[in-house]
């Protein structure tokens, strides 16, 4: 099955400084990529994705980047905000084998600091 | 519109007991999916119901099952309840079957004492 790996699991930045955060994915045949955001108390909340035929997307301060030769893909958050700090899961999805279900990562907890 | 909705939002159950889960999808959304979400983990794969039909399960035992109704609504059901059951389970609502945008709930707090 799927295996993804995040990193860095704890990220701390300075408000207006840029984020990156990188997962890794084991299966090929995966394509589909999505990322969420999770607040303390809350469920995980899509904020970009991005599909195996397109290697970048953007919208607004948020940006995802695909190398599907690597097996790898990378949010990029721009202008930090403290609004921004949150839990950050990236997720990979096969849809070929009839059943939906996301792998996610193990997550990446964004620290703005002020 | 309504997003998707769980209930109860909090439970505690004792060891042994059973519970059952609530979800409502997004209006016009036919799949559900169910996830479990320990502590400082992602989310992991339970099942996913489309048009009433188990299409894909998760590496769960079968103490847990789910079920579809006609409205698309869904429940989670967990017998023999463990310690390590405590978790936040969470409800994802999709358009359609296959390869569209999965929307989570708030979930549910299930701790087993």
Do not use: M
């Amino acid at each position: 099955g799927e295996n993804v790996e995040q990193h860095p699991s704890t990220l701390s930045v300075q408000e207006g400084d840029s984020a990156v955060i990188k997962c890794t994915y084991s299966d090929s045949a995966s394509n589909y990529f999505p990322w969420y955001k999770q607040e303390l108390g809350k469920g995980p909340q899509l904020i970009i994705d991005i599909r195996s035929n397109v290697g970048e997307k953007k919208d607004q301060r948020i940006a995802v980047t695909l190398n599907k030769t690597a097996k790898h893909f990378s949010l990029h958050i721009t202008e930090t905000q403290p609004e921004d700090s949150a839990v950050y899961f990236c997720a990979a999805r096969d849809s070929g084998g009839g059943a939906d279900g996301l792998t996610f990562g193990k997550g990446t907890h964004l620290i703005i600091q002020p | 519109d309504a997003g998707v909705t769980q209930s109860p939002t909090h439970l505690i159950k004792t060891r042994g007991q059973h519970v059952t889960l609530r979800c409502s999808p997004i209006s016009g959304h036919k799949s559900v999916s169910w996830y479990q979400q320990v502590l400082g983990q992602g989310p992991q794969f339970i099942f996913q119901y489309y048009e009433k039909e188990e299409r894909g399960r998760g590496n769960f035992p079968d103490r847990f099952s789910a079920r579809q109704f006609p409205n698309y609504s869904s429940e989670l059901n967990v017998n023999a309840l463990l310690l390590g059951d405590s978790a936040l389970y969470l409800c994802a609502s999709s358009l359609g079957a296959v390869g569209t945008e999965a929307f989570f709930g708030q979930g549910t707090r299930l701790t087993v004492v």
